[in-house]
């Protein structure tokens, strides 16, 4: 199975060498864990290191809050635009159903390989109907597998239930499933990851600390990380 080198430090060991091209990744946890540096981190590489253009479609913050954070981290997406490498795509909040096709074009334009949805719990805010939303994000997964990228999709876990996505269908159509805590261990909070499932891979199957730091995330795969029970 060819892999695609996911840009976050650590990461890769657990996976079996990556994650797997084209496939779909769900990556999912609590606010703040940080799904949205995580997705970044994946195009921002992917585009500088791997050669491979890249795609952000965001319902949660605008572009402009996205490319000034990223900056922290030494990240500048205005460059990549110029370059025609990289688009963040703008919604329309009252043509929602229209984003994902807008989404496939710009992938087509700029032949993107790469492509991250954050995330799918905050489409639901424009998108009341639940069946609808679902159909949605099924035929998103289609779209994305026909294009031929690699797609991060982002979900939120709601705290104190035990679901792995905001609506429960992000985990079936997804081909792998990152998770990401963010829990009190006594006096302080630690960062702990999961590879939940990774089809055609073996992969860790244990809890693994990460950092956030001005370099992004890193993964540390030779330490295990303690959790409280679920
Ligand atoms: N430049 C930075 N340096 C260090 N940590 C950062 C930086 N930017 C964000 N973080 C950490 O990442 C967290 C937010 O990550 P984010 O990706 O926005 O979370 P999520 O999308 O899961 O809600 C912040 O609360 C902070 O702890
Ligand atoms: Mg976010």
Request: hydrophobic letters at 35%.
């Amino acid at each position: 199975m060819e892999r695609v080198k996911s840009g976050i430090p650590g990461l890769d060991e657990l996976t079996g060498g990556g994650l797997p091209r084209n496939h779909l990744i769900l990556v999912t946890g609590t606010s703040g864990t940080g799904k949205t540096v995580f997705g970044t981190q994946f195009v921002y590489t992917g585009v500088k290191r791997f050669r491979e253009n890249s795609v952000y479609l965001s319902f949660e913050e605008p572009a402009e809050t996205i490319a000034e954070n990223a900056k922290g981290f030494g990240w500048d997406f205005k460059e990549l635009e110029r370059q025609g490498k990289f688009t963040f795509i703008k919604y329309d909040p009252y043509h929602i159903e229209d984003v994902f096709d807008i989404l496939e074009s710009e992938i087509r334009n700029i032949k993107a390989t790469r492509v991250v949805v954050d995330s799918i719990s905050a489409l639901g805010l424009h998108v009341r109907d639940d069946a609808e939303l679902r159909r949605m994000i099924f035929n998103l997964s289609l779209a994305l597998r026909k294009l031929s990228c690699t797609s991060i999709i982002i979900s939120e876990i709601v705290p104190g239930t035990r679901g792995l996505s905001r609506y429960g269908v992000e985990e079936f159509v997804a081909d792998g499933v990152i998770v990401l805590y963010y829990e009190r261990i006594e006096t302080s909070f630690a960062r702990t990851l999961h590879v939940w499932k990774m089809r055609g891979s073996k992969h860790s199957e244990k809890l693994h600390p990460y950092k956030i730091d001005t370099s992004g995330i890193t993964v540390y795969p030779e330490e295990e990380a303690f959790m409280k029970e679920r």
